[in-house]
Each structure stands twice: as structure tokens, then as C-alpha cells.
């Protein structure tokens, strides 16, 4: 009883853990910890866009850590959702472009969610069909997707896609924007933060639901915990793995919302800047349990933001240095044996 | 005699299960010295004490006299005990002699080794005791039997002067465990002291010289073997007294269900696992598989089940109600009216992560009862787990909340039986070594069940190596040997061995071997 109550400890152990190394890396560097930490967290909460800002990032977090969380059940690892972050980013800039100016707002998002989902999900579900086909370790496929998709992207970009004159995407039009929770709700002015965090939300809901209530998702767990039962229980293993690298990849691709119809409007090299890595660390300290992605999806966007925001103190680097650290102190505190 | 082994109040706990309470134990040196006792009954518990892979949370132990605390097998080692796993730990593409000077080789790293030395004081050490194997033999080609005679020459290698056993004839026939018996005895003569674990009480009492009794982790008693009776010992174990003997009122078979015609598997290696194996089964009838681990039963459950490697090559029918099901997946074959309760649950039939209720409906989680939208329905799923449970005397009081690994091996076990036979419209059920590991009461109720079903109208495949188990329970026993089926004893043998007993027995085990 007391290891699984220590097991529920442990992100918040990791994560004051890692503080602490920080603390005393920035201590190194020549400044004061403390100093750091009130300007990071006054740069986050004191004004309406700071918090926006980390709430914009946290939105993209969700769904890339979702997108991890899910085939960690199956005993999958997805490394591949930058690539299909990627991918869907493109597909999604370039729909929007595409479809006529006279459509109504709700449609043409309707018609980018899709298409970014559509790109995420056959670029996660090909990792999928290669398992399941070829017996090739997805973590291997992820990363050469990863790649593919890295270069496809720039060579549609350079090639095809970007305008000249600004190296982006043409840009969507105005109607095809997601509202932003400024619109709605007056919060955050001036900040990117939009509806898609209530998408997210709702996402990881859903997720959690799929996995914990359906049928699907019981027979997914069994595939993770069991595999050789899963077998003999007459589940078929292979449908599963395809369809949760599919599923994965979808969510990765509806963080294209927040980054495209949300944001910027348009697509640039870049612009998903390390969000699917991101989502991995976001995963692995949530547990792979698509609830408590929310939080720790919150604790990685402030510290994007934040390291950003004190960037003038101390170098951005060091924000990595505690990502990481948190991400090895949780999977430290949960290979001790209790 | 002076006490080998000498535990005072010994007690481990798991969380918040007392696996040993106080165990106060005396094992004189030189004495066959048998552990019984139920599953979860601490017995296990008690041997990694003694070889230090678990450490105790209180009490003391002394060894020849001298208290030690053994932080690892290693130092357990050092002070020379030596213990045979239920599990061998062989490398099997190494030969014998490398198994057995593993970790002793007595040369430094990268330097070159010392074969025909140690194979030369390996045969010297397996004449000494009898322990016939060839130590230039690759692990890989042996036996059963002999690979147990391979871990028990690694103990004496490393000069153990006492022996833990666990469950060490499980695997074994009757003519090897005769074997093995013998030169347990030789061992004792030599002076080693030879503790056994075990669950078979006729060979504790052909075997030991001393008994303890233990039962829900405490020591209900010790006593002479020359004293005693198995019922008595039976009686201590489960705190009642138990049928040894089932109750098995004659059949009355129907129409065939499952006919195996001509099967013959060959892997993709070429290695010929089974051929020409035919045999029919009746509804309401039991047909018995007899064989030692490894001639063949593995291989036509997993054909029969639809899971068999694919890439090996399969030969003649397996028909079901005259359809061949041949290449069929195991979610068509269950859908059938088929049932399997393999061998090893705790990889292939149950999820331990999963509830015990979510345990209950694995594998038959397809069938509408259980569902309700997307999900299932949890009240349903849970009164029919609590329900089923009640009727199977799972131990188990929160169903939806208790993750099965937490309960004991035999209450697992009922679940996977009480799940397997309450299948709707069951007409075939295939049973693999359904009380492997299960303790005596679970046992009773098990074969009960099996029996019930049998009177219900199944066609019933009982694989197992308890040769007592298919005797008392099949109509019919079919001798698998190599692949082959060599023999099948009718009702009227088999009717007329159960009351024949010990020398039916070893007919069956002479034609299985």
C-alpha cells in the first residue's frame, strides 16, 4: 500500500527534485536562484499574456503528450510526434489556404482538423503497420519518420509552398481562425491562447475514457500488460497497435490547431520547434495517464515560457537541463524497487 | 545429531501479508528433511530465506550452529547451501560442464578456458553420486530429468552440504522421480542435508525422514514420516479433512465434438513435434493426455487453439462437430463453444494488472451481457464476477477494486476455471495442467467442477502430468510419447486401474516413457 502511494508521489518528487538541481545549476552560473524563480513565475502569472502564453504552449503539450501516453499502454513508444506534429501542420496551413474564402469559419476549421489529422494519423499508423507487418521496432520508425517527415516538409516548403517574399505558407484567412479565449471569455488579451485548449481538454477526456471505459481500450491494456494472454484471449494485437499508432498520431496532428488555425495562420520552418520531443517528457512524468497529462503538460509549458521570459539572466539551456532531469529522477524513482 | 539448519521465530512480510509468522524450525544434519503445505502457504517463502534471496524481517538463523544473515545467495553459497529452482537456470547452448563451472571457471576473463579439467571433475562428482550425464553434452539436447541432474551437480560443484529442493519432481515421471529418490537418499547417506518442497504427499512419505507441516505462513507441525499418514498430513495442511480420493460416477458419452484425424506438426526447422496423432472425444466424456513435458502436448493445444507457429507445417484435420477449424483464430475457435485453461495462467490466461472482476470476463469480454455503449456494463460485470466467484470459492472480497496478482496461485486458478466453464453454450473444454500449483482444497473444487462440466455435456481434453489426477478423472487416457499417441487405455482399463492404484500407475508411466 505505501509503494503506491509513493508511486503517486513521484512526478511531484521528480519535479522538486529537478528545482533543486536547477537552483544550484543557476546558482553556478553566477546568479541568484531565487531572483530567477520570482521573475520566472511573475513572467508567467503577474500579466494576462505571460499566462496566455503558457497556456498556448501547454495546449500543444496535451495533445503531443497524449500522443505519447496512448501507445505507452501497448507497450508502444512514439518518438515519431514531431514528425507527425509536423506533417499536420503543413497539411492543415496548406488547406486552409486552399479552400475558398466564402466557406463559413466552422467549416474550414472543421476541414483543417481534418486534414492535420488525417497527415499525423497515416504518418503514426504507417510506424504502426510497420510493426505489425515487418516486426520493425517503432522506435526506430518513429525516428526515420521523424526524418522523412523533417525533409518533406522543407522540400514541399521550399519548393512549392512557401511565398517568396515571406518564406511562409500563404497565410489562411481571417475568418478561419479559432477563436481566441480573449474573444470569449476576455481572458488573457493579447496572448496566442485559444479555443484549442478547450479542444485539448476535452481530447484528454476522451482519452481517458477510451482507455479506461471502452472495450478498445480494455483490449488495449491487455496487449500492453499481457501480450501472450491478449493472444490466447483471441484479441488481435496487430489492429490495436495500428490503430493506437494511428490514433496517436491523429492527436499529435490536432496539436496543428493550436500552432495553425489558432496562431500563426500559416506554416514556417519551425514553427512546431520541438513541441512532439517535448511530449514525450510530458508523458513519461504524467505516467502515460491521459489525465494527469493536463498538469504536467502545465509544468512543462511554464517552464517554455518561463526559460524564455528569464532569458535575459540566464540562458534558455538551463530550462532544458530541468526537462530532462525531471524526466530521469521519475524514471529513477520508479525503477526503485519499494 | 547436531541441527544443520536451526530457525528461530523467523518472519517476512510482503506488504501487508505475512508470508512466514514465526517459523521455528530444527533440521538435523544428514536428514531428507519435506516442507508442506498449501499455496501461499509460505513455503517458498521460507527457502529464499534460507538461501538469502529474501532477508528476513525478524527472528534468527543458524547454520551448523553458527547464527548468519545472509544478505544474498551468494553468501548463502559461501556457507554451503545450495538450492535446485522449480525453474532450471541453464544456459542451453553451453554444455553441461560449462552450466555447471559457470561462475567458477577459475581463470581470468579473456583467458582461454579449461574444458576436458572441469568436464573430467564433473564426471568424477556425477559417478560419486550417481548422477548419470554427459558433461560435453549441450544443455539444449538433454531431458528433463537430466537437466535437473545438471543443476543439482552444480550445487555439489560449488560443495553445498545442504540442499533445498523446490517442487523438484514436478516435471519428472514416475521412473525418474524413483530415480531422483534414490539418489537423494545416497546423498543423505553422505552426510548432506537435503531440505524438499513440495506438495505431493505420497513422496514426502516414500521420501523424508521428517515433515513440517505449514499453513498460512506459520508451522502447524513437525513430524516423523514413520509416524504419520497422508490424511493426517492433508488434515493439517487445510485445517480439514479433505477427499483424496474423487468422486467420479461412471459417464455417459454422446455424440463426438472434437476428432483429431492424422495431425502432424514439423516446425519450420524440420523438427518433427507431432505425427499421426489421432483420437477422438465424446460430449460427456473425459479424455485423459498423459506424457512428459515436451513429447507434444504444447503443440496440440496451440493447433487446437489456433495460436501454433506459422511458419511450421501442419498435416491432417482437426474437425469440430465435423467442421474443420483448422487455421481458425482463437477468437473464432472460443466463439465455438470452445474453452482452454492453459498451462501457465499467469502469462496466458489472465492480466495480474487487471481487477479480479476484469479477470473474470477476459477473453469472453466479446459477449453482449457484459456490455453497455462503448464500455461495459460495471454493475453487470461486476455482481457476475462476484456471483461466479461465490460459487467458485474465489477468496476475494472486492472484485472490482482487488488486482487478481494479488490473490494466491489457486484462487487465480479458480478464476481461470469458474470463467472457462461458465461459457455460454460450452461444448468443448481443454483443460493443461488445471491444478498445477494449486493447493489441495482448490484442487478438490476444481476437479469437482471439471467433473460437472463432464456430467453437463462437454467434451473434456485433460492434459496434465499428475498421473494420479488423469486416472481419478479421465473416462479415457491416451499415452503421448514423442509426438505420437503410443497407447489408449479404454473406459474399462482405466475403470478397472483406479482400483488398482500403484500399478496402473506405472503401466501408464512405462508407456509414456
Not at chain 1, 164 to 169: A, Q, Y
Not at chain 2, 63 to 74: C, D, K, L, M, R
Not at chain 2, 396 to 406: Q, R, V
Request: net charge neutral.
Amino acid at each position: 500500500m505505501t509503494a503506491r502511494i509513493f508511486r503517486l508521489f513521484i512526478p511531484l518528487l521528480a519535479v522538486a527534485a529537478a528545482a533543486l538541481c536547477s537552483m544550484a545549476i543557476i546558482a553556478l552560473s553566477g546568479r541568484d536562484p531565487l531572483m530567477i524563480c520570482e521573475k520566472l513565475f511573475r513572467a508567467a502569472f503577474a500579466s494576462d499574456y505571460g499566462a496566455g502564453q503558457v497556456l498556448f504552449k501547454t495546449t500543444t503539450l496535451i495533445f503531443t503528450g497524449l500522443a505519447v501516453a496512448l501507445p505507452f499502454r501497448a507497450r508502444l513508444f512514439n518518438v515519431g510526434g514531431e514528425g507527425q506534429l509536423q506533417l499536420a501542420a503543413l497539411a492543415a496551413a496548406i488547406t486552409g489556404a486552399l479552400l475558398p474564402e466564402s466557406l463559413p469559419p466552422v467549416v474550414a476549421v472543421l476541414f483543417s482538423a481534418f486534414a492535420a489529422m488525417a497527415a499525423g494519423g497515416l504518418w503514426g499508423a504507417s510506424a504502426g503497420l510497420l510493426k505489425v507487418r515487418f516486426g520493425v521496432n517503432e522506435v526506430i520508425s518513429t525516428i526515420m519518420l521523424n526524418f522523412i517527415a523533417q525533409a518533406a516538409t522543407g522540400y514541399l516548403m521550399s519548393w512549392r509552398f512557401a511565398e517568396p517574399s515571406t518564406g511562409h505558407t500563404a497565410e489562411t484567412g481571417g475568418a478561419f481562425m479559432l477563436p481566441q479565449i480573449d474573444d470569449l471569455f476576455g481572458l488573457f488579451a493579447g496572448s496566442p491562447a485559444n479555443i484549442s485548449l478547450l479542444i485539448a481538454l476535452g481530447t484528454a477526456l476522451c482519452a481517458a475514457l477510451y482507455l479506461f471505459r471502452s472495450r478498445a481500450g480494455y483490449e488495449l491494456q491487455a496487449v500492453g500488460l499481457q501480450p501472450e494472454a491478449a493472444k490466447y484471449a483471441g484479441i488481435q494485437s496487430g489492429r490495436h497497435v495500428t490503430a493506437v499508432m494511428g490514433l496517436a498520431g491523429a492527436i499529435a496532428g490536432l496539436g496543428a490547431l493550436n500552432l495553425v488555425s489558432g496562431y500563426k495562420h500559416y506554416y514556417e520552418a519551425g514553427l512546431t520547434g520541438g513541441f512532439g520531443f517535448s511530449g514525450i517528457a510530458v508523458a513519461l512524468l504524467a505516467g502515460a495517464n491521459p489525465l494527469w497529462i493536463v498538469p504536467a503538460a502545465l509544468f512543462f509549458g511554464l517552464l517554455e515560457y518561463g526559460g524564455l521570459a528569464v532569458g535575459a539572466y540566464v540562458p534558455k539551456d538551463i530550462f532544458m537541463i530541468i526537462q530532462a532531469l525531471t524526466i530521469l529522477i521519475v524514471i529513477v524513482l520508479n525503477a526503485r524497487k519499494p | 545429531m547436531e541441527n544443520a539448519i536451526r530457525l528461530t521465530a523467523l518472519s517476512k512480510k510482503f506488504g501487508t501479508v505475512e508470508a512466514c509468522r514465526s517459523v521455528s524450525l530444527s533440521i538435523r544434519s544428514g536428514s531428507i528433511h519435506a516442507v508442506v503445505g498449501e499455496n501461499g502457504a509460505g513455503k517458498s517463502t521460507l527457502a529464499r530465506l534460507i538461501y538469502g534471496m529474501h532477508r528476513p524481517d525478524g527472528g534468527t538463523m543458524e547454520i551448523n550452529g553458527t547464527p548468519v544473515s545472509f544478505a544474498s545467495p551468494a553468501e548463502a553459497i559461501a556457507a554451503g547451501i545450495g538450492m535446485v529452482h522449480q525453474h532450471f537456470m541453464l544456459v542451453p547452448t553451453l554444455t553441461v560442464a560449462e552450466n555447471v563451472t559457470l561462475g567458477l571457471e577459475k581463470k581470468r576473463l579473456f583467458f582461454p578456458l579449461d574444458p576436458e579439467g572441469s568436464a573430467e571433475s564433473i564426471r568424477q562428482l556425477s559417478l560419486k553420486y550417481g548422477l548419470a550425464v554427459d558433461p560435453l553434452a549441450p544443455v539444449s539436447t538433454l531431458s528433463v530429468g537430466e537437466e535437473q541432474r545438471v543443476e543439482i551437480l552444480k550445487v555439489l560443484y560449488r560443495n553445498a552440504r545442504i540442499l533445498i529442493l523446490d517442487e523438484p519432481t514436478a516435471v519428472l515421471t514416475p521412473q525418474e522421480t524413483s530415480r531422483l529418490f534414490a539418489m537423494l537418499r545416497s546423498l543423505a547417506g553422505e552426510g548432506k542435508t537435503i531440505l524438499i518442497i513440495t506438495h505431493k504427499l505420497d513422496e514426502v512419505l516414500a521420501l523424508a525422514d521428517t515433515v513440517t507441516v505449514m499453513s498460512r505462513g506459520s508451522v502447524t507441525g513437525t513430524l516423523s514420516c514413520k509416524e504419520t499418514s497422508k490424511e493426517e498430513l492433508a488434515r493439517m495442511m487445510v485445517g480439514r479433512s479433505v477427499l483424496l480420493r474423487i468422486e467420479n460416477p461412471p459417464s455417459t458419452p454422446g455424440e463426438t465434438v472434437l476428432s483429431v484425424e492424422n495431425l502432424g506438426f514439423r516446425t519450420a526447422a524440420g523438427l518433427v513435434k507431432l505425427e499421426k496423432v489421432s483420437f477422438c472425444i465424446r460430449s460427456g466424456e473425459i479424455f485423459g493426455l498423459a506424457g512428459v513435458e515436451g513429447n507434444g502436448q504444447s503443440e496440440l493445444l496451440s493447433l487446437l487453439w489456433g495460436i501454433h507457429d506459422r511458419s511450421g507445417q501442419l498435416s491432417g484435420k482437426m474437425l469440430f462437430e465435423g467442421a474443420d477449424i483448422t487455421g481458425r483464430s482463437p477468437g473464432e475457435i472460443a466463439r465455438l463453444g470452445v474453452s482452454l485453461v492453459p498451462e501457465d495462467r499467469l502469462k496466458h490466461a489472465v492480466v495480474p494488472g487487471f481487477s479480479v472482476a476484469g479477470n473474470m470476463i477476459f477473453g469472453r469480454h466479446r459477449e453482449k451481457r457484459f456490455h453497455q455503449g462503448f464500455g461495459f456494463d460495471r454493475r453487470e460485470v461486476a455482481e457476475y464476477s462476484r456471483n461466479l466467484g461465490g460459487t467458485y470459492d474465489v477468496r476475494c472480497t472486492d472484485h472490482e477494486n482487488t488486482p487478481l496478482g494479488a490473490l494466491s496461485g489457486g484462487n487465480q486458478q479458480k478464476v481461470v476455471v469458474a470463467r472457462e466453464l461458465d461459457r455460454p453454450g460450452l461444448k468443448l473444454l481443454i483443460l493443461s495442467q488445471p491444478t498445477r500449483g494449486v493447493d489441495i482444497g482448490a484442487i478438490e473444487q476444481i476437479h469437482r467442477s471439471i467433473i460437472g462440466a463432464r456430467d453437463q455435456g462437454a467434451a473434456i481434453l485433460l492434459v496434465s502430468s499428475e498421473l494420479d489426477e488423469l486416472i481419478a478423472l479421465s473416462t479415457r487416457i491416451g499415452a503421448l510419447y514423442q509426438g505420437s499417441i503410443r497407447r489408449i487405455f479404454s473406459p474399462e482399463e482405466v475403470r478397472e486401474g483406479r482400483k488398482r492404484g500403484r500399478p496402473f500407475e506405472e503401466e501408464l508411466g512405462l508407456s509414456i516413457t
